[in-house]
């Protein structure tokens, strides 16, 4: 049995009791480590607070791993319980989901574990989850590759008055260009983009495209390390939050749309 268990956004106590007793009864143990992290990163202290609380070792999987390997991790599933720890919730990265079709595929038997994600946690601020329109990731840019097609969704979403939610690039493990040509892998050191950097790039766009979807004066709420301890979370216009210093990663970001009174009431606790 091949077990897919979601982890939490916070630490490792945030696995929840099924999901524990789960990861207890697998021989192996892999952790994704490529579209999230835990409040205390994939260090070896964090990695051994996972493997005290959870009684067993874990081989962290990154994206080289599972595009290459994922046979070998199903196969190994077939003769022995397998569980493979997601942060958030299992389903929140379409990954995981090509994990799910590949083992079905090999005829290995699937069982999920769901928990909390940024996708409902962002509820802490007000915005009914229900007025979201389609989420969009902001990719960084670079001096030749500048990608904008998340801004006809936002475009979308704000001609329907929904909010969007955008999540952020993180940049683990990826190699570099120049070992890419050599043919000997060589990696970038990680990189988590910032809401200061996102709201640059976001209106870079805005100001080469001109189709007023958005402007310095949109409203948005900033997000920080959600589901933490120290999460922050900040509501205010793109020129506002702009300049604040939210800390540690992940962050992520909601261009608000058209709102109920409700949603502004609470909205009112986090504006700058």
């Keep these: 049995m091949l077990y897919i268990v979601g982890l939490?956004?916070?630490?490792?106590?945030?696995?929840?009791?099924?999901g524990l007793d789960t990861v207890k009864k697998c021989q192996k143990v892999y952790m994704e480590?490529?579209?999230?992290?835990?409040?205390?990163?994939?260090?070896?202290?964090?990695?051994?607070?996972?493997?005290?609380l959870y009684g067993k070792p874990i081989t962290l999987a990154d994206r080289e791993m599972v595009e290459e390997k994922a046979d070998d991790i199903l196969r190994e599933a077939v003769q022995h319980n397998v569980a493979f720890l997601v942060v958030g919730d299992p389903f929140g990265a379409t990954t995981?989901?090509?994990?799910?079709?590949r083992a079905k595929k090999l005829g290995v038997e699937v069982?999920?574990?769901?928990?909390?994600?940024?996708?409902?946690?962002?509820?802490?601020?007000?915005?009914?989850?229900y007025h979201y329109g389609e989420t969009v990731s902001i990719p960084f840019f670079t001096?030749?590759?500048?990608?904008?097609?998340?801004?006809e969704k936002i475009k979308q979403n704000r001609s329907l008055g929904l909010h969007t939610l955008c999540l952020l690039d993180i940049r683990v493990k990826?190699?570099?260009?120049?070992?890419?040509?050599?043919?000997k892998k060589q990696y970038e050191p990680p990189r988590y983009m910032t809401i200061n950097t996102a709201i640059e790039q976001l209106l870079e766009v805005e100001q080469n495209r001109a189709e007023s979807?958005?402007?310095?004066e949109t409203e948005c709420v900033g997000f920080a390390r959600l589901g933490c301890g120290d999460q922050k979370i900040v509501a205010g216009t793109m020129r506002q939050l702009k300049n604040i210093d939210f800390g540690a990663p992940l962050h992520c970001l909601v261009i608000v749309g058209q709102t109920h009174p409700v949603e502004e009431e609470m909205l009112e606790f986090y504006k700058v």
């Design 8 to 18: 939490g956004l916070g630490d490792e106590r945030d696995i929840t009791l099924k």
């Design 213 to 216: 979807v958005y402007t310095e």
């Design 111 to 129: 069982e999920v574990v769901h928990n909390a994600s940024v996708m409902n946690a962002i509820g802490i601020c007000g915005l009914q989850l």
């Design 96 to 101: 995981h989901s090509d994990l799910v079709v």
């Design 174 to 183: 990826e190699p570099t260009l120049e070992s890419l040509c050599r043919g």
């Design 143 to 151: 001096e030749t590759w500048r990608p904008d097609s998340f801004y």
């Design 33 to 52: 480590a490529y579209t999230s992290l835990l409040s205390f990163g994939l260090s070896a202290n964090g990695l051994s607070n996972l493997e005290n």
